[in-house]
Nanobody
Framework: QVQLVESGGGLVQPGGSLRLSCAASGIIFRFSVMGWYRQAPGKQRELVTTIATGGSTNYADSVRGRFTISGDNAKNTVYLQMNSLKPEDTAVYYC??????????????WGQGTQVTVAS
């Protein structure tokens, strides 16, 4: 059974930092494209960042230079370091895993989400 479990969300003041974690089980982490998405109230879910199997990364313009995605293959965990947080970063952040296996075909899994609130 595949599980993506996020942690690390919370309340932080503008300009502060948070680090989110996503622990994956049931998938081969290093063969997946791992990503973070977010959804603010009343808005559609949007891509924040992804990291591919070779380590290449992709960032939304709104977070480039402030957020950093990284992965630990040994721990099957992906991280999102968020610095210089702004109120507009407030959202539920979701971990995502996409990939393909020869036995089951393509997969696309989501975590349950973790709330990030940036406010003074």
């Amino acid at each position: 059974q595949v599980q993506l479990v996020e942690s690390g969300g919370g309340l932080v003041q503008p300009g502060g930092s948070l680090r989110l974690s996503c622990a994956a089980s049931g998938i081969i982490f290093r063969f997946s494209v791992m990503g973070w998405y977010r959804q603010a109230p009343g808005k559609q879910r949007e891509l924040v960042t992804t990291i591919a199997t070779g380590g290449s990364t992709n960032y939304a313009d709104s977070v480039r230079g402030r957020f950093t995605i990284s992965g630990d293959n040994a721990k099957n965990t992906v991280y999102l370091q968020m610095n210089s947080l702004k109120p507009e970063d407030t959202a539920v952040y979701y971990c995502n895993a996409k990939g393909f296996t020869m036995t089951t075909g393509p997969y696309d899994y989501w975590g349950q989400g973790t709330q990030v609130t940036v406010a003074s």
